[in-house]
């Protein structure tokens, strides 16, 4: 009885309720719209570069690359290297999983980041007997001075102009390291 009544009651509800559309948007709050700016992790340091000591070779998140040789770990998973040299990459090939190992060869840099000083010369009108074995002058260019050569390249329709200053780096200034040196350094260090 009381289950015909409740079948008739929701039955004369759902006659006099009229469903339409509603003619004004429904206001709502927006939930996790928020969003952090990227944590800029990857490698900083490539394989064959030069590194000083305490420089960020990796940033990461886990160890998805293992510290090798003469790096350390920061509590963020960040690689570093202890000492001044060249950054190698290896593979385990033991491994069944791909795991790369950073190392960094010790080796002194050179000092790439300044000209060497001028030699001493004296002056010619003080000194002159000692200035006649003065070196040469050397000519610096100023920033206006400088010529700049402009390369064109044809890209199918589309023509790329490309503006670069050629520098001249001394044969004392060129790196002293080859392949051959770099996997020999390698093979003694893994002995």
Not at 3 to 22: H, M, P, R, V
Not at 95 to 114: G, L, S
């Amino acid at each position: 009885m009381i289950k015909a009544f409740a079948q008739n009651y929701f039955k004369s509800l759902s006659e006099s309720i009229c469903y339409g559309f509603a003619t004004k948007m429904q206001a709502s709050s927006t939930q996790k719209t928020k969003d952090s700016a990227g944590r800029r992790l990857g490698v900083k340091k490539f394989g064959g570069e030069e590194v000083f000591p305490n420089d960020i070779l990796i940033r990461q998140r886990g160890f998805r690359w293992k510290p090798g040789q003469n790096t350390s770990v920061g509590k963020d998973h960040t690689i570093h290297s202890k000492v001044e040299g060249i950054v190698h990459f290896r593979r385990d090939p033991y491994k069944f999983k791909k795991t790369f190992y950073v190392d960094v060869i010790p080796r002194e840099n050179p000092n790439r980041t300044h000209y060497p000083p001028p030699p001493y010369s004296y002056h010619p009108e003080l000194f002159p007997e000692l200035a006649k074995n003065n070196p040469e002058p050397i000519v610096l260019l100023n920033k206006s001075e400088e010529k700049v050569e402009v390369q064109i390249k044809q890209q199918g329709f589309k023509i790329s102009a490309k503006q670069y200053k050629p520098i001249e780096i001394p044969v004392e200034y060129k790196p002293e390291f080859t392949l051959s040196n770099l996997q020999q350094q390698l093979s003694i260090h893994k002995q």
